[in-house]
């Protein structure tokens, strides 16, 4: 990456600045991945930095403004992630800080142009990701059962309304809050697992659909 860099100048001459900054692009990939990887074992092995999965995260948003960048003047873009990478809180896990998720970077780098938009489901089960040695990504896919949505949740709410069996669009920037302002909706499902965060802060909006189902085509 440092020679690249360095070497832009000659690199350009060769082939010019749009395929020099695409190739820059993809370097870059590589390096957060290799990170990554090596940032995801030391999590899994209890020797996890604070934040160190953020590395993942501000590469996606960085990615999202190089397009920007070079889109015609005022163009939006849609983009498709799980709700952990798109929402603009910090993302905890174990009680300790592990991600500034791509979403809380985009909206520093876009601030109200940014919007979020979660999709969750108020199903009693959930296709789930388990590590998996022997399988060729390091985890397999299997159904996992869930409990009851939790007071406080986005789908105990949903639940509480009666809307868990339709497909709904649900406003969260004017959510009610307690005596002290904090919003009464403070966890989401992730899988199987459930985020603890503000959630009025972490999305604009939520989907809710009454089923979910494991895309078979996916074979691991």
Known sequence: ???????????????????????????????????MFQAMHALLSGRGLTADLSVREI??????????????????????????HIHK???KLGGGLTALPMGRHLQRMLGQDYRTVALVHTADHVPEMYPDQSAAV???????RLE??????????????????????TDLRH???????????????SQ????STRVPEAFDAVIAVPTVTRDRTVRF
């Open 192 to 195: 199987s697992s459930s985020l």
């Open 89 to 91: 809180t910090e993302m």
């Open 1 to 35: 990456m440092l020679r690249l860099r360095a070497a832009e100048p000659l690199y350009v001459s060769h082939s010019g600045q749009s395929r020099f900054d695409i190739a820059r692009r993809r370097v870059e990939a590589a390096c957060h991945t290799d990170y």
């Open 175 to 189: 959510t009610p809050r307690d005596a002290q302002g904090a919003p009464l909706l403070h966890s989401i499902r």
């Open 59 to 84: 590469y996606m948003a960085e990615s999202v403004r190089w397009h920007l960048e070079r889109a015609e003047p005022g163009a939006r873009i849609v983009l498709a992630a799980h709700n952990s």
């Open 148 to 169: 009851p949505a939790e007071p406080g949740s986005v789908e105990g709410a949903l639940t509480d309304a009666g809307l868990a069996d339709r497909i709904t669009l």
């Open 138 to 144: 390091g985890f397999t896919l299997a159904e996992a």
